[in-house]
């Protein structure tokens, strides 16, 4: 009676939520950035530029230190790795304030 049920093999069940979005990609120089602030619970995350530095390992763009238009979410070249995707994907607006050397990362709705 049940032979059909052996003949069919087990059946994989897939959870899925319609309201759910797909998890955007991260990849590149500034994937730790990204994680930072994608893990972060706070609304507002403001780093220094050396704790910026620390967590992604190496020295920011002198461009970053000298123009607020690094901060924007701006696309770069193909070539080039787009560092703005770090803090965008995680749902973030970069903030810099250059002349103290820190950058607030507000959380978008």
Not at 19 to 45: F, I
């Amino acid at each position: 009676m049940l032979n059909w049920m052996k003949r069919r093999g087990p059946v994989a069940y897939l959870s899925h939520e319609p309201d759910s979005e797909p998890q955007p990609v991260m990849s590149g120089k500034y994937l730790l950035l990204y994680k930072y602030l994608q893990n972060r619970y706070a609304d507002t995350v403001v780093l220094t530029f050396g704790q910026i530095e620390s967590l992604i390992g190496f020295a920011l763009p002198d461009q970053a230190r000298l123009t607020q238009q690094w901060w924007t979410n701006a696309k770069v070249p193909a070539a080039e790795s787009n560092y703005s995707d770090s803090w965008v994907l995680a749902r973030r607006v970069a903030t810099p304030n250059l002349l103290a050397q820190t950058v607030v990362f507000a959380r978008t709705s």
